[in-house]
């Protein structure tokens, strides 16, 4: 993605120097090239800067070194299906090191790291969980249930390292945890999934989730 956005640069530079030292008069030509490649970089740097760190988030929180994270948008498209995310299995009990992310989650991750993370809205919320949830399955955990109850606790981490202050990604864990999880479809909710459950990660401590 970021050598794309450098080469649209780089060929305009080529354009105009080319066009001086030849002397001719190609002020039209020069204007529709200005046309097509900077919105073609513009896009291509905006995509390659959010991806890059949405990355870094997939791989701190998979402890998974080189996982990434792509985006469905102006020059990567995928199939999703219904969902906002998704982590390839293999068959064999292994799991994709990149997290496809569907575009409006990542539009939502955009307008977080942006300044939404003061006060992040439903959606924003959700994002930063679906890019946990994809985290947690790009680091080995294939079940479902399993991966949604750890991501609701590692969200946290997510968020901080989007911009959140500490007090409003506790914030966002708990309202993902009271209003968004009891409407998860049950393939979704491990029974286990409490404080102090088996899927606590940090059972006692009195922090949930």
């Given at each position: 993605?970021?050598?794309?956005?450098?080469?649209?640069?780089?060929?305009?530079?080529?354009?105009?120097?080319?066009?001086?030292?030849?002397g001719t008069r190609r002020g039209g030509w020069m204007v529709l090239a200005a046309i097509v490649l900077l919105p073609s970089g513009f896009f291509a740097w905006r995509e390659y800067t959010l991806e890059s760190k949405l990355s870094e988030v997939v791989e701190y929180v998979a402890e998974r070194?080189?996982?990434?994270?792509?985006?469905?948008?102006f020059l990567r498209e995928?199939?999703?299906?219904?969902?906002?995310?998704?982590?390839?299995?293999?068959?064999?009990?292994?799991?994709?090191?990149?997290?496809?992310?569907?575009s409006g989650?990542?539009?939502?991750?955009?307008?977080?790291?942006?300044?939404?993370?003061?006060?992040?809205?439903y959606d924003e919320i959700v994002a930063v969980h679906v890019l946990t949830h994809e985290a947690i399955h790009v680091a080995g955990v294939t079940s479902?249930?399993?991966?949604?109850?750890?991501?609701?606790?590692r969200s946290r981490d997510a968020a901080m390292m989007l911009g959140a202050s500490?007090?409003?990604a506790d914030a966002m864990a708990a309202h993902y945890w009271s209003s968004v999880f009891p409407r998860m479809p049950g393939s979704y909710r491990a029974l286990e999934c409490f404080e102090d459950g088996d899927l606590d990660l940090t059972p006692g401590d009195g922090v949930w989730p």
């Open positions: 993605m970021r050598w794309i956005a450098i080469g649209a640069a780089l060929a305009l530079v080529a354009l105009v120097v080319h066009w001086q030292w030849s070194p080189g996982a990434t994270a792509n985006c469905q948008g995928f199939r999703l299906d219904r969902n906002l995310g998704e982590v390839a299995f293999d068959g064999k009990g292994g799991t994709s090191s990149v997290a496809q992310l569907r989650v990542c539009s939502e991750l955009r307008s977080f790291i942006g300044g939404g993370y003061s006060r992040p809205s479902e249930a399993e991966t949604e109850c750890i991501a609701m606790q500490a007090a409003t």
